[in-house]
């Protein structure tokens, strides 16, 4: 008798490519504003640190920095901060690949330290990035910029900066796309499945809601 063929899997979905809401010169504007409120809050750039969240945030901060560098004539110091084994969902998620950390040789000791990340969502990347922070300096201030705030926090943490508010519901993927990771820049927003699988392999199922941010981890602002 022939061995009944085994019934087909349905394949986990990932968020469809969706409706750009952001083009690269809309992008471009955004941080050009931002850039300048940065400045406007710190009265120039005097004691000015950028650092970008990787992966995205760190090219983010980098073009902020050359805005205000084409403003004031004055190059800010630009560095990153890798949040990963500060984060709260360590124990529930796969080990994930440590990122760069990289503090400018100043240091960030009495500076202005704006972190700048893609998206802002639960704001837990944030609280993460602020326990990373106070291990390696003693700021004068932290600020956040972000390019996307989509809502839906978690915890009581707010941008300074933000490019564009964009509402969105729990079930909608929000994904940035940077020339320097992406070769474009774009903004999409797309609606998800009650099946989606992340870039380390996890999945959300049965109805669970997919935060798949634009690094592919569990979004707090991911």
Same mark, same amino acid.
Do not use: C, W
């Given at each position: 008798? /022939?061995?009944?063929? +085994? *019934? /087909?899997?349905?394949? +986990? &979905?990932?968020p469809a490519i969706g409706r750009t809401v952001l083009d690269s010169r809309d992008i471009?504007? *955004?941080? #050009? @504003?931002?850039? =300048?409120?940065?400045?406007?809050?710190n009265k120039g750039a005097s004691d000015l640190v950028l650092l970008g969240i990787p992966s995205r945030g760190v090219p983010l901060a980098q073009r902020i920095a050359a805005k205000i560098a084409a403003v004031e004539g004055v190059d800010v110091p630009?560095?990153?901060? $890798?949040?990963?084994?500060?984060? $709260? !969902?360590?124990?529930?998620?796969? +080990?994930? &690949?440590l990122l760069r950390t990289d503090i400018p040789s100043g240091g960030l000791d009495d500076k202005v330290v704006v972190l700048v990340d893609d998206v802002l969502?639960?704001?837990? #990347?944030i609280r993460a990035a602020l326990d990373a922070i106070n291990d390696v300096g003693r700021p004068q201030a932290v600020r956040l910029a972000v390019l996307v $705030?989509?809502? =839906? @926090?978690?915890? /009581?943490? @707010? +941008? !300074?900066?933000?490019?564009?508010n964009l509402p969105t519901s729990l079930v909608e993927s929000v994904r940035v796309r940077l020339v320097e990771a992406d070769g474009e820049d774009a903004v999409t927003i797309a609606g998800v499945s009650t099946s989606s699988t992340y870039r380390d392999g996890s999945t959300a199922r049965d109805g669970s809601t997919d935060r798949q941010g634009s690094d592919g981890f569990e979004e707090d602002a991911r």
């Amino acid at each position: 008798m /022939p061995a009944r063929p +085994a *019934a /087909p899997q349905a394949p +986990a &979905t990932v968020p469809a490519i969706g409706r750009t809401v952001l083009d690269s010169r809309d992008i471009s504007r *955004a941080l #050009t @504003r931002i850039a =300048h409120e940065i400045l406007e809050r710190n009265k120039g750039a005097s004691d000015l640190v950028l650092l970008g969240i990787p992966s995205r945030g760190v090219p983010l901060a980098q073009r902020i920095a050359a805005k205000i560098a084409a403003v004031e004539g004055v190059d800010v110091p630009v560095g990153s901060l $890798d949040v990963t084994m500060y984060r $709260d !969902d360590l124990r529930m998620r796969p +080990a994930r &690949t440590l990122l760069r950390t990289d503090i400018p040789s100043g240091g960030l000791d009495d500076k202005v330290v704006v972190l700048v990340d893609d998206v802002l969502f639960s704001g837990r #990347t944030i609280r993460a990035a602020l326990d990373a922070i106070n291990d390696v300096g003693r700021p004068q201030a932290v600020r956040l910029a972000v390019l996307v $705030d989509r809502g =839906h @926090r978690e915890l /009581p943490i @707010r +941008a !300074d900066f933000v490019g564009k508010n964009l509402p969105t519901s729990l079930v909608e993927s929000v994904r940035v796309r940077l020339v320097e990771a992406d070769g474009e820049d774009a903004v999409t927003i797309a609606g998800v499945s009650t099946s989606s699988t992340y870039r380390d392999g996890s999945t959300a199922r049965d109805g669970s809601t997919d935060r798949q941010g634009s690094d592919g981890f569990e979004e707090d602002a991911r």
